[in-house]
Structure formats: structure tokens, C-alpha cells
């Protein structure tokens, strides 16, 4: 009979630690389930993991090698759905992963899933074997794996699962999409500025120069200033623009550069509701399959904050969370951060009140979804105007800039 070294969450979403008595790792985790824990981690008293000692000589395996790099969030999606169907259709778990990790081309992917294979063969749970792949298989996606494997809903779960990363990944294709257009123009607008400031201005520079009589107005000093200073400095504009890149950078990556970038984007006049939208529907999908999952609250609540990109949206979650642990409901601590709109937190109330709350999670998410259409169509209509209007006011300032000596010039000319 070996010891084992245990993590695990409760019902109630606390984190408890302990030790146990079994053969195996893997009926020291059936004990740990039937006692309604869900194991995060577990190890032998000599410090060697259980999945080390099923892998056999107390050697630790090693992690899948990725040969292609990173793998897209659609392509993880693509195999979830996999995945959920042949376990669905009757397939035991190994010969499914199988079939799968022969099928794949990817590189990367399938080197994981040979990985998985080994690991699940050995008698590894699969949640266990898709952690040591945490850029493939994230927090999130692992957690509904255990839960799923901890109620026996395995299939349901992985289900759910795909559903769920299938909008994430629609959701965010309408996204990128309404970003395309404006970072086309403001990409064209750059280029073409800086062609007539080292190409154009110069020639008209030389030209005014000939011109005995020509004055330059305080505009065109001006432009022709910085025109000057990037044609002889060309060697710093490149290092201007990576230093500014490096900067910003930098600055979001700090917390307070993140929250201060993350408060100000909710102001901005249709960026802010469209980033509400979005955020809102993200955080109703993954907290409801969550829970629709089996995942208790606290710990639901743990998994969506970290998820959520936006630095005030998930320390409003923070701050829930720790309402909710102290025994409150969730829509009242939800209101109070006003944050998240009031239908949101009406219709969770609701659903608490029913006992159909993840059911009500994923209504609030459908319903945003619809909406994200709405809002990419109203963010791109004021977004173009701005942007041409942008780009009409910038190359007329040069333009103007340039013909206001030739102006002047030919009143002198004229008399007049």
C-alpha cells in the first residue's frame, strides 16, 4: 500500500490538501472522487509524481515535443469536436486519441497526442496527460476535462467544450475583422506620408529655392523641417519607431500600464460598448460551460477571471469571488461592481433563483453573440470616416504646406 500526497478542490471550491492510502495512483484518485474531491495534483510520498510511477522505474515521462510551434486555437476546436464525437459514438478513450493522433498532420499537435496517448495507456487520466501541454491545452480547457472525468460525463463534457471554443474562435475571427480595415489605412496612411516627406517635399524645396523672392509661410518651415531632419536622419526613424513599440510594449505589460489601457478603452465613444460586448459574452460562455460542467462556483469563478484579457474586468471577478466565498450571491456583488451591464446581472439573478443558472449563463452569451454583429458594424461605421478624414487632413497639410510659397510668389508676381 503506497502513500500519496494530494491537492484537491471540495464542493464548496476550496482548495484542502491531505494524504492517503491506496495500490495505485489511480485508486487514490477514485477514492479522492468519491469523497466529491476533484484532484488537481497528486504525488507519491517519495516525491515522485503517481503519473511518474504508473509510467514504471520511477522515471518521470517527458513532455510531448512540439515540432510545428504553437497551435491555433481552431485547430484545438476542430479536435475537441473530434474528440466529443467518437466518444459519443461508443469508443473507449484510448483507441479514440488514437485514431485522432493518426489522423493529424500537424506537427505539433500530433507529437502532443502521442504524448497523451503514452500517458493515458499508462492509466493517466486525460486531464492529467493535456496538462503538460499548457499551450495547447489551457486551464480552462483542462478543469472541464477533470470535471468531466470526475462525474463520468467525459463525452458531455468534451461536448460542451467544443461548442464553446467554436464560438470563442467565431467571436473572435468578427473581431480581427473589424480590425482589418482600419489598420490597412492607417498602414497606407504612413506610407504614403513619408514618401512626401522625403520624395515630394524635397523636390519642392529645390524648386522654391530657385526662386528668388519666394518667403516661406510658418507652415511650410515646418514641414519642411521635418522633411530635413528625415531625410538626413533616415537612420532614426526605425530606431524611433521600435523604441516607441518597445515602450508601449513595456507599458501594457506592467499591471498598472494594463489597467490604466484597459479603463480608458471603455470610454472611448463605440470602442467601448463593442469591447463590453464582447467581454460580457466571453465571460457568460466560459463561466456558464463551466459550471454546466460540473466546475464548482468559486473555482468557475477562479478559471473565467483568468481568462479574461481585460485587467478591470477581472478584478472585478476577484472581488466577486471573494463575496461569493464569503457566503453572498452572485448578482449582487456582480451589480456592484458596475461593470457588467443590468440585464446581465438580472438574468443571473434569475437564474439563481430558478437553479438554472448555467442554462442563463449561456442565454446572456447567446444573446451577446447576436449583438457582436451589431456592434462590429457600428464600431467600423464611425471607425472609416475617421480614418479618411484622418488621412484627408494629414496629406492636405503637406499639400497645403507646400503651394503656400508658389502663392505668395505669384501675388508678388502679379502685383497683388
Excluded at 16 to 26: L, Q
Excluded at 288 to 312: E, F, H, K, W, Y
Aim: with cysteine.
Amino acid at each position: 500500500m503506497a502513500k500519496f500526497k494530494y491537492t484537491a478542490i471540495d464542493s464548496q471550491g476550496k482548495q484542502v490538501s491531505g494524504r492517503i492510502d491506496a495500490p495505485s495512483d489511480e485508486k487514490a484518485r477514485a477514492k479522492l472522487t468519491s469523497q466529491r474531491l476533484m484532484v488537481t495534483s497528486l504525488a507519491s510520498e517519495g516525491g515522485a509524481s503517481a503519473a511518474a510511477k504508473a509510467s514504471g522505474g520511477g522515471k518521470a515521462k517527458k513532455k510531448g515535443f512540439s515540432f510545428g510551434g504553437k497551435v491555433s486555437k481552431e485547430t484545438i476546436a476542430v479536435f475537441t469536436r473530434q474528440l466529443a464525437t467518437l466518444l459519443q459514438a461508443g469508443l473507449p478513450l484510448l483507441r479514440a486519441l488514437e485514431i485522432l493522433q493518426k489522423q493529424e498532420k500537424l506537427p505539433a499537435l500530433k507529437s502532443a497526442l502521442a504524448n497523451i496517448c503514452e500517458n493515458v495507456q499508462t492509466g493517466n487520466n486525460l486531464s492529467d496527460a493535456m496538462s503538460q501541454h499548457p499551450k495547447m491545452f489551457d486551464r480552462l480547457f483542462v478543469n472541464m476535462v477533470r470535471a468531466g472525468e470526475a462525474g463520468g460525463v467525459l463525452d458531455t463534457v468534451l461536448d460542451r467544450l467544443a461548442m464553446f471554443m467554436e464560438k470563442s474562435v467565431k467571436i473572435q475571427k468578427k473581431v480581427k475583422s473589424a480590425m482589418v480595415y482600419p489598420a490597412v489605412v492607417v498602414t497606407v496612411a504612413i506610407i504614403i506620408v513619408y514618401v512626401l516627406m522625403v520624395k515630394v517635399v524635397p523636390a519642392f524645396q529645390k524648386m522654391l529655392d530657385g526662386q528668388k523672392g519666394a518667403s516661406m509661410p510658418k507652415l511650410t518651415e515646418i514641414v519642411v523641417g521635418i522633411s530635413d531632419l528625415l531625410v538626413e536622419y533616415w537612420y532614426v526613424t526605425p530606431v524611433a519607431v521600435i523604441g516607441v513599440y518597445v515602450i508601449v510594449k513595456a507599458w501594457l505589460s506592467s499591471r498598472t500600464g494594463k489597467k490604466i489601457f484597459d479603463s480608458m478603452i471603455f470610454r472611448i465613444p463605440k470602442i467601448g460598448p463593442f469591447v463590453t460586448i464582447v467581454s460580457v459574452s466571453r465571460f457568460a460562455r466560459t463561466f456558464g460551460t463551466l459550471m454546466a460542467s460540473g466546475v464548482p462556483i468559486l473555482q468557475a469563478l477562479t478559471i473565467t477571471r483568468d481568462t479574461m484579457s481585460n485587467v478591470v474586468l477581472a478584478d472585478s471577478l476577484s472581488q466577486v469571488h471573494d463575496r461569493v466565498r464569503d457566503g453572498e450571491s452572485l448578482s449582487v456583488p456582480l451589480e456592484q461592481t458596475k461593470v457588467f451591464p443590468a440585464m446581465v446581472t438580472s438574468m443571473i439573478q434569475v437564474g439563481e433563483e430558478t437553479g438554472q443558472l448555467p442554462e442563463m449563463l449561456n442565454r446572456v452569451a447567446n444573446n451577446y453573440d447576436e449583438e457582436v454583429d451589431n456592434a462590429v458594424g457600428a464600431m467600423t461605421s464611425i471607425i472609416e470616416p475617421l480614418l479618411i478624414v484622418f488621412l484627408a487632413v494629414v496629406v492636405g497639410t503637406i499639400v497645403i504646406a507646400m503651394f503656400l510659397p508658389l502663392i505668395e510668389l505669384i501675388k508678388k508676381m502679379t502685383g497683388g
